[in-house]
Each structure stands twice: as C-alpha cells, then as structure tokens.
C-alpha cells in the first residue's frame, strides 16, 4: 500500500514538474514570436529607408554623369580650339615666308637706280605695275595676319574662360564623389543592420521550432503565429495542375505579367478550405478575381481565396484551421495568395514538401517557367 501511494506521488510531482516546463516552454515561445514581429518591423523600416537611400544615389549618378558630360564637352572645345590655332599658326608662317619673300622683292626694285631702271627690260610701267601688286598682296596678308592676332587674343580669352569652367566642374565632382562616398556608406551601414535583423528572425523562428517540438499538442500555446506556420501549409484544394507565382509571359510571349500567388486548378468539384485559422475581412467581388475571401490570420498576414463559385461563409467569421470557406467546380482555377501586409509572397515557401510536385506545372509544361 505505501508503495503505491509513494508511486502515485512520484507520478504527480513528475506530472507537475512536467506542467511548469510546459508552461516555461510556452511563454518562451511567446516572448521569441513577440521579438520575431519585432525584427520583422524592424526589417521593413530598413528596407524602406535602404530603398530611399538607393535612390538618392540614382539622383547622384544622374549627377555626376550630367558633370562628367560637361568636362568632356568643355575638354573637346579646348582641344579643338588649340588644334584650329595649331591650323592657323600654320598657314600664317606660310603666309609671313610669302610676305617676306616679295619684301625682299620690292626691296631689291626700290635699290634700283635710274640707270639700271632705263636701261633694264622693265619699264617703269611695269614697275609701277608689281609694286601695286605687291602693295595690295602685302595689305591683303596683312589683314589676315591681324585678323589671326585677333582671333588669338580672343582664343586666349576663352582659353581662360575653360579652365575657370573646367576648374568649376572638377570642384563640383569632387564634391559629389563625396556625398556619393557618404550615401553608400550609410546604405552599407543600414544594409548590414538588415542583415543582422534578418539573421536574429532567422535565429528566432529556428528557437520557436524547436521549442515547439518539445511540447504536445496539448501543451501547444493557444496564441497562434502564422508565421510559425511557414513550410506547413496545406493546401486549400486538391489539384490536377497549377501555375507558379511570378513573372510570365503571355501566351505571345510579347508581354510579360505578374502573378501574385498560385493559380490551382480543380480536380474536383469540392470545398474550399482555410489554411490557417483567422478571421473573414472581406467576401465578395473584385475586379479580375471574381467571387474572392481574404482572412485576417494577425500580425498583418492575409490569405487570399479567389475565383469561387459559392460562399460559406459571412464577413467576420472567426474560423479554425480546415474550415469550409466556399465552393469550387473542377476544372476551374482558385487563385491561393499569402500577404504581408501588402506584399505579395511566393505560397510554395509556405507549404507542406512534395505538396505541389503530385500535380503538373503548367508553366513547366509550356517551358516558361521562370
């Protein structure tokens, strides 16, 4: 009799210790989805202001390239200002060898005496002919030659204008480098925050699994996390083919859509099921999705049942995991989406392993899968 009542006790202070590890199991559990939310937030703001942070360094490459334009533009027009005057003190030596040529020539004419003149072949006629030639060669080079020393005074102006410009553009890319330097070290900065965020939801979610193993079903806290549930989703029907989530081309192949979750196509007419349990936000009609449900399972994760044939179920139904939420016929194709917030996410990460493999990818088939 003490043997049984000494076993009876043992078994209750076993029962009970294995109580308070249950319930110590649970509350951790609760405290790591908790912080899990929370790196999860936390994720969201660092990809909204990595996302800025992105494209304030767009504007400053449009920037730069603008300035980068504008140095080469001004560099060209320097270089080809120096090459047309490198032109023009060309010619003008060939033009100062001929000038310098018939001075000597009408140099030589003026020596001449009278005699030499009276008793040469040239006449003074002739004489006076070649030396108004010469006169109007001389002014006509001499013009030219002014109009070059002009030109060069007013290259030398611009020249000086250039480098002022060129000065000015080298001051401003330096300056933009630098705020292009800062931008990407604060969105490596803020990149590396994420990644360390999303490496401690990861760490989370990996410690939730694992302590969840450890309890029964019973123990199970009542608190449910969908996100928890990622990699054990059922599927809301069974299928004979479905379409992946993504960008595909259109059967012309000239356009590219974008499907935001799992077309799946009935292999019966049949019940359509809740995959996780939630609450119905919203039964009706929308625009390119027909007859559609969507139900709230928290933390802002939505489900979404489209292309059904019939309801049955009222807005604001609270429902369990497995529920009847309508009605499909064969053949027809539910639209299966998963939402963060907004953000549509690929459903084939959320569900059971081989659950979709047993049926034929239509995408695969036509050999777009992309």
Do not use: C
């Not at 360390?196 to 990861?202: I, L, M, P, Y």
């Not at 309801?311 to 009605?327: A, P, R, S």
């Not at 027809?332 to 081989?354: G, T, Y």
């Amino acid at each position: 009799m003490k043997l049984l009542v000494l076993l009876f006790s043992f078994m209750n202070v076993v029962s009970v210790q294995a109580g308070i590890e249950a319930v110590s199991i649970a509350k951790q559990i609760e405290e790591k989805s908790e912080n899990y939310l929370k790196q999860d937030q936390k994720k969201r703001k660092l990809q909204a202001l990595i996302f800025k942070i992105s494209k304030e360094l767009e504007k400053l490459e449009d920037e730069r390239r603008d300035i980068e334009e504008k140095i080469y533009l001004a560099k060209k027009n320097a270089n080809r200002g120096i090459t047309d005057l490198k032109i023009r003190e060309e010619m003008i030596k060939k033009e100062r060898k001929k000038i310098h040529k018939q001075l000597r020539m009408l140099a030589s004419w003026y020596k001449l005496g009278i005699g030499d003149v009276l008793f040469s072949s040239t006449s003074i006629k002739d004489l006076d002919k070649r030396v108004f030639y010469v006169k109007r060669f001389l002014s006509a080079q001499g013009s030219r030659l002014n109009q070059f020393i002009d030109d060069k005074k007013d290259y030398q102006v611009k020249k000086i204008s250039l480098k002022e410009q060129l000065k000015e553009l080298a001051g401003l890319r330096k300056k933009l480098k630098g705020r292009e330097s800062k931008t990407k070290k604060l969105k490596n900065y803020h990149t590396r925050l994420f990644k360390r965020a999303d490496k401690k939801q990861k760490d989370l979610f990996a410690s939730i699994r694992s302590l969840r193993s450890n309890l029964s079903e019973k123990e199970e806290p009542k608190l449910e996390y969908f996100f928890t549930k990622k990699g054990k989703l059922d599927l809301p029907i069974n299928i004979q083919n479905w379409e992946a989530f993504g960008i595909y081309p259109t059967k012309h192949r000239r356009i590219h859509m974008n499907r935001s979750g799992l077309e799946l196509t009935s292999n019966s007419t049949q019940r359509v099921k809740i995959v996780a349990s939630g609450k119905v936000v919203f039964q009706g009609l929308l625009p390119a999705y027909g007859k559609t449900v969507i139900v709230d399972h928290g933390n802002r994760y939505y489900t979404v049942y489209a292309g059904l044939n019939q309801f049955h179920t009222d807005f604001g139904d609270d429902l369990d995991e497995g529920e009847d939420i309508g009605k499909i016929e064969e053949g027809k194709k539910l639209v299966f989406e998963i939402r963060k917030f907004s953000e549509a996410m690929d459903p084939r990460q959320w569900l059971k392993n081989n659950k979709l493999l047993m049926a034929k990818d239509l995408n695969k088939k036509s050999g777009i899968q992309l």
